[in-house]
């Protein structure tokens, strides 16, 4: 079968034919099948299933025709490498036995070792390097919002404990930045040496910092992770997750290609916001999916006609899919978005 590269060239800023598609959370809860898988196994016990967490992220390519798969993981899994104990408990998330509190736990993280730790997150990697006719895009979480849940020791509404850690004790703070930024490094360089065609960095809960605090306490990591894999080919994407449309000015110094967007900023303001050099990836609100089609293919179509005014756009949402997500109406999205942007670019190229 020809091999789909749309996303590819969308991230390259290259001309496309029609916008490409793909959903954050895309391989998930939303889909009968998955929650049958899920009867029987946790999310670690299917990431630690090779073939099993390769069957998951192949499903939504298959029965929603996305033009990009995920990998099925979670972006706490690397953290148990390096000497962290954690659980993901049901309608909670990641809840840390033993969260960091001080330099002496920041001091007791180890050097990642992937070849050892994360042996099954790599061969699922190349298993479905093998299989797919379109990119498969792996991912880390960023180092904040990794933080943030081993600092807390479970989500959080208000990142006390994290901005307390980061004000009161900065260099305690920066180390363990330094740490994190480590082990993310290393690993999306295995995702990419195992066939990886992009990667993305997903940077949740950032939006949580003022533009200082982000600029002073963050986005130097963010820009050390990505020098680091700026020689290496593969498309990279920055999300920095939901209300971050404040962070977007201080982006424009990041080595990557493409630039996610939450729902809060339009798509040409979050333009506007990074500079023009990048292309851009999102930004339907997942809660629009509740609403008829007719309403959905509106939204859709309003986030379509700013994406297409210039080059480098993907169809995305601005955050994860969640459970109440209608299969039909995605796979119906998903049409849509390729069959109204074929014919908006077509327009727009003939005028």
């Given at each position: 079968m020809t091999f789909n590269d749309t996303f590819i060239r969308a991230c390259r800023k290259q001309p496309v034919d029609q916008v490409p598609v793909w959903y954050m959370r895309q391989a998930g809860r939303y889909d009968p099948e998955y929650r049958k898988i899920k009867?029987?196994?946790?999310?670690?016990?299917?990431?630690?299933?090779?073939?099993?967490?390769?069957?998951?992220?192949?499903?939504?390519?298959?029965?929603?025709?996305?033009?990009?798969?995920?990998?099925?993981?979670?972006?706490?899994?690397?953290?148990?490498?390096?000497?962290?104990?954690?659980?993901?408990?049901?309608?909670?998330?990641?809840?840390?036995?033993?969260?960091?509190?001080?330099?002496?736990?920041?001091?007791?993280?180890?050097?990642?070792?992937?070849?050892?730790?994360?042996?099954?997150?790599?061969?699922?990697?190349?298993?479905?390097?093998?299989?797919?006719?379109?990119?498969?895009?792996?991912?880390?979480?960023?180092?904040?919002?990794?933080?943030?849940?081993?600092?807390?020791?479970?989500?959080?509404?208000?990142?006390?404990?994290?901005?307390?850690?980061?004000?009161?004790?900065?260099?305690?703070?920066?180390?363990?930045?330094?740490?994190?930024?480590?082990?993310?490094?290393?690993?999306?360089?295995?995702?990419?040496?195992?066939?990886?065609?992009?990667?993305?960095?997903?940077?949740?809960w950032v939006g949580a910092l003022s533009p200082e605090d982000f600029q002073t306490f963050v986005l130097p990591t963010i820009q050390r992770i990505f020098e680091a894999l700026s020689h290496l080919p593969q498309p990279k994407i920055y999300f920095p997750g939901v209300s971050s449309g404040e962070l977007l000015p201080y982006l424009a110094s990041l080595q990557v290609d493409v630039i996610g967007l939450d729902w809060r900023v339009s798509i040409r303001e979050g333009r506007r916001r990074v500079g023009h050099r990048y292309a851009v990836q999102g930004n339907l609100d997942p809660v629009v999916l509740t609403a008829p089609m007719p309403v959905i293919e509106k939204y859709a179509r309003e986030i379509i006609d700013q994406g297409i005014e210039q080059p480098g756009y993907i169809f995305n949402l601005g955050h994860g899919l969640f459970p109440e997500a209608s299969l039909d109406k995605l796979r119906e999205l998903t049409e849509f978005v390729h069959e109204y942007s074929r014919s908006a670019i077509k327009a727009v190229t003939q005028a």
């Amino acid at each position: 079968m020809t091999f789909n590269d749309t996303f590819i060239r969308a991230c390259r800023k290259q001309p496309v034919d029609q916008v490409p598609v793909w959903y954050m959370r895309q391989a998930g809860r939303y889909d009968p099948e998955y929650r049958k898988i899920k009867e029987k196994y946790s999310l670690l016990e299917i990431c630690s299933q090779p073939e099993l967490a390769a069957e998951v992220s192949l499903m939504p390519v298959k029965k929603l025709g996305v033009d990009a798969a995920i990998l099925y993981s979670d972006i706490m899994n690397p953290v148990a490498s390096i000497g962290i104990e954690f659980d993901i408990v049901k309608n909670i998330g990641p809840v840390i036995h033993n969260p960091i509190r001080s330099v002496q736990d920041v001091d007791r993280l180890k050097p990642i070792n992937i070849e050892q730790d994360l042996s099954h997150v790599i061969q699922t990697i190349r298993i479905l390097a093998g299989e797919l006719t379109v990119p498969l895009i792996t991912f880390a979480g960023a180092p904040f919002t990794i933080a943030s849940y081993l600092i807390e020791g479970k989500p959080s509404r208000n990142y006390l404990l994290t901005k307390q850690l980061m004000y009161t004790e900065p260099a305690t703070w920066f180390k363990l930045m330094d740490k994190l930024g480590d082990m993310v490094i290393a690993y999306l360089k295995a995702h990419i040496a195992a066939g990886a065609k992009t990667i993305q960095l997903f940077d949740s809960w950032v939006g949580a910092l003022s533009p200082e605090d982000f600029q002073t306490f963050v986005l130097p990591t963010i820009q050390r992770i990505f020098e680091a894999l700026s020689h290496l080919p593969q498309p990279k994407i920055y999300f920095p997750g939901v209300s971050s449309g404040e962070l977007l000015p201080y982006l424009a110094s990041l080595q990557v290609d493409v630039i996610g967007l939450d729902w809060r900023v339009s798509i040409r303001e979050g333009r506007r916001r990074v500079g023009h050099r990048y292309a851009v990836q999102g930004n339907l609100d997942p809660v629009v999916l509740t609403a008829p089609m007719p309403v959905i293919e509106k939204y859709a179509r309003e986030i379509i006609d700013q994406g297409i005014e210039q080059p480098g756009y993907i169809f995305n949402l601005g955050h994860g899919l969640f459970p109440e997500a209608s299969l039909d109406k995605l796979r119906e999205l998903t049409e849509f978005v390729h069959e109204y942007s074929r014919s908006a670019i077509k327009a727009v190229t003939q005028a």
